[in-house]
């Protein structure tokens, strides 16, 4: 068999990347980064707008999310999570609608692995 097209392989990670989001496979901040990166590799095929999520990535961008997390001060870090975690309950709802929209619309079949 060969191997999918890059439209339909990028499918998988946009939808692969919503189910690790709403199953909390991955944390909420990092999932809608890798959200965000599969819809930019899957808009060289087809229109993908996500705007709720893009909305929450920009809104978290000045932030630590990461693994460069661990080289912050604590007490730094606990301030800044103050905002981190009103961003989370702000754009939590919309993103997970976009999240289950995706799986709905595009979800077909196994989840691809893009690690």
């Given amino acids: 068999m060969a191997n999918p097209d890059p439209q339909t392989t990028?499918?998988?990670k946009l939808v692969s990347a919503a189910?690790?989001?709403v199953t909390y496979q991955i944390g909420f901040?990092?999932?809608?980064?890798?959200?965000?990166?599969a819809a930019a590799w899957l808009r060289a095929h087809e229109p993908?707008?996500?705007?709720a999520v893009?909305?929450?990535?920009?809104?978290?961008?000045?932030?630590p999310i990461g693994?460069?997390?661990?080289a912050w001060d604590r007490v730094?870090?606990?301030q800044l999570d103050v905002q981190l975690e009103a961003a989370n309950r702000r754009f939590?709802?919309?993103?997970?609608?976009?999240?289950?929209?995706?799986?709905?619309e595009l979800g077909v079949g196994g989840d691809v692995d893009d690690s």
């Fill in 76 to 78: 730094a870090l606990r």
């Fill in 92 to 104: 939590r709802d919309p993103v997970f609608e976009a999240c289950f929209r995706i799986i709905d």
């Fill in 10 to 12: 990028n499918r998988a």
């Fill in 54 to 63: 893009e909305a929450y990535v920009a809104a978290v961008r000045e932030l």
């Fill in 67 to 70: 693994t460069e997390r661990l």
């Fill in 48 to 51: 993908v707008d996500l705007p």
């Fill in 29 to 37: 901040p990092q999932g809608c980064v890798r959200l965000t990166r």
């Fill in 19 to 21: 189910r690790a989001v």
